[in-house]
């Protein structure tokens, strides 16, 4: 198993993405940029760093595992232990691992852990198919080729002189009102911004969506459900362990799922965030582990496939 394929496939639909006990990868948004000196124009992009302080399980990870390789959720925590043991032992024997289409992770000489991430790899969806290109300035071979004017002083004085300067300073006038009604009409090529910002996406959840299926390509809009009033849920806080159906950075998007559920017959609320930031809906309420994944197995037949247990 190559953990870091499921973990590049999670980069492209989440900010964050924790490795258990090991620490998290997070993505940041980059604007496009145009290096001036080296003539390289870069499309916006999603940076990736490392920080080692994220070692706290939110499920994600483990979560997308189970569904790839058909296994328990269990079983995927043990799997994702396992590749963690890995890679301590191999930053420790060779001071360095690479997971590929993600970065390099090595000691350096401080004793320091150091990432360093791929960068031919852009898990920014709106920067699909984008790719860095050089911009080389336009040379006007027609004006190199003209023999520079050569205008010749003379110090005698001319009766002609003062007509001369009068003559000189109508020119001047005359250039400088003509420059100032033909400036709408010149082009402002520091304008043409072909990666402006967008407006933001709104996405609605839509009930037959799989929401732990990963989309590597531009994520598709689907507002097929509208709420008009949005739905109060109320808060699960009587017990520690409940099924949860899906997680969700916007808010109406999960009164949207509980409101589905309830529908069904389904007592689901929404019962926190975690440490991403998500909306968590949690449905049931359990005293034990072992009482929660007793139903899961019905849960994930009759109402949502992709579910697991949360402790909260």
Request: charged share 25%; with cysteine.
């Amino acid at each position: 198993m190559q953990l870091e394929e499921y973990i590049s496939e999670l980069l492209y639909d989440h900010d964050c993405v924790i490795v258990p006990d090991f620490g998290g990868f997070i993505g940041n948004y980059a604007p496009a940029r145009l290096d001036e000196v080296k003539h390289l124009f870069e499309p916006p992009h999603k940076k990736i760093i490392f920080n080692k302080g994220l070692i706290q399980n939110d499920g994600l990870l483990a979560n997308h595992l189970s569904i790839r390789e058909q296994i328990a959720y269990n079983e995927a925590l043990k799997r994702i232990a396992g590749e963690v043991s890995r890679y301590r032992n191999e930053l420790k024997e060779s001071k360095r691992i690479v997971l590929d289409n993600i970065g390099v992770l090595y000691i350096d000489e401080a004793g320091n852990l150091v990432f360093q991430a791929d960068e031919k790899v852009n898990y920014l969806p709106e920067a699909f198919g984008l790719s860095a290109f050089y911009r080389l300035p336009v040379v006007n071979e027609e004006a190199e080729k003209k023999e520079p004017v050569v205008v010749q002083l003379h110090k005698e004085r001319s009766r002609l002189r003062p007509y001369a300067v009068a003559a000189a300073i109508g020119a001047l006038i005359a250039s400088t009102f003509w420059f100032t009604v033909n400036e709408t009409n010149l082009v402002n090529y520091s304008s043409f911004n072909l990666f402006g910002k967008k407006e933001p996406v709104q996405y609605v959840f839509n009930s037959t969506d799989n929401i732990s299926k990963i989309n590597t390509v531009p994520v598709k809009d689907t507002l097929n459900i509208v709420v008009t009033e949005p739905v109060k849920a109320p808060e699960i806080t009587s017990s520690p362990y409940h099924i949860v159906a899906g997680c969700f950075r916007i808010y109406e998007n999960a009164q949207n799922m509980v409101s589905i559920l309830q529908k069904k017959n389904v007592e689901a609320s929404i019962i926190g965030k975690n440490p991403q930031g998500l909306y968590i809906v949690g449905c049931g309420g359990y005293s034990s582990y072992n009482e929660a994944e007793a139903h899961l197995d019905t849960f994930r037949k009759n109402v949502q496939e992709n579910a697991w247990v949360f402790k909260k």
